[in-house]
Nanobody
Framework: QVQLVESGGGLVQAGGSLRLSCTASTRTFSNYAMGWFRQAPGKEREFVAAIGWSVYVTDYADSVKGRFTISRDNAKNTVYLQMNSLKPEDTAVYYC???????????????WGQGTQVTVSS
């Protein structure tokens, strides 16, 4: 497993933007597919976005397509989630995840961060 630390959450008005960051403590970061999940109050955790070892492989939940962008910087062991046009329904705790198997990172990833709160006010 990989230790993951998220940052960048906060309070933003609807229509605003936030960028989440997640730094992984591993010497083989480029071997991991990375992703983001979120959990809103009273709801189950849901997949948000994933990125493979190559920055050209990405997937998004339908609810965030066109508004969120996942990216990674292997030199910094960091994955990002740029969130634009935020809506109140995006309010949730956002978790960074990692797995060596790409399809697993969007399903049952092996490693989870502690989460960072994102609150979007209307």
């Amino acid at each position: 497993q990989v230790q993951l630390v998220e940052s960048g959450g906060g309070l933003v008005q609807a229509g605003g933007s936030l960028r989440l960051s997640c730094t992984a403590s591993t010497r083989t970061f480029s071997n991991y597919a990375m992703g983001w999940f979120r959990q809103a109050p009273g709801k189950e955790r849901e997949f948000v976005a994933a990125i493979g070892w190559s920055v050209y492989v990405t997937d998004y939940a339908d609810s965030v397509k066109g508004r969120f962008t996942i990216s990674r910087d292997n030199a910094k062991n960091t994955v990002y989630l740029q969130m634009n046009s935020l809506k109140p329904e995006d309010t949730a705790v956002y978790y960074c995840v990692a797995d060596k198997v790409y399809r697993q990172v969007a399903d049952i990833p092996d490693s989870w961060g502690q989460g960072t709160q994102v609150t979007v006010s209307s």
